[in-house]
Nanobody
Framework: VHLMESGGGSVQPGGSLKLSCTVSGYTNCMGWFRQAPGKEREGVASMSGGGSRYYAEFVRGRFIISKDTAKNTLDLQINNLRPEDTAMYYC????????????????WGQGTQVTVSS
């Protein structure tokens, strides 16, 4: 499995971004994690092969995870961005169980930076 993220950038608070992860190879669970400077990496959202979605509590309806089967991408729509959303966002894939635990994932992308500031 190979993953490549895109779509990061710099936006003002309240803005939106769509992150995409291009996937090659088979995987069951796919997800997004993020790591802010000086903080541990945390799960943001994931989606199983069966379509179940898992979101972190802090998402609170602002993030939407989806798959585009035609493009072989896992997308993360982020709305109403806040400065605390500033982080490197990583796409991840796992073969079996799905959720927001890092142990479920064995393949990681290089990350795409999201910066939110005025």
């Amino acid at each position: 499995v190979h993953l490549m993220e895109s779509g990061g950038g710099s936006v003002q608070p309240g803005g939106s971004l769509k992150l995409s992860c291009t996937v090659s190879g088979y995987t069951n669970c796919m997800g997004w994690f993020r790591q802010a400077p000086g903080k541990e990496r945390e799960g943001v959202a994931s989606m199983s092969g069966g379509g179940s979605r898992y979101y972190a509590e802090f998402v609170r309806g602002r993030f939407i995870i989806s798959k585009d089967t035609a493009k072989n991408t896992l997308d993360l729509q982020i709305n109403n961005l806040r400065p605390e959303d500033t982080a490197m966002y990583y796409c991840a894939a796992g073969p079996r169980s799905c959720g927001l635990y890092e142990r479920y994932f064995n393949t990681w992308g290089q990350g795409t930076q999201v910066t939110v500031s005025s």
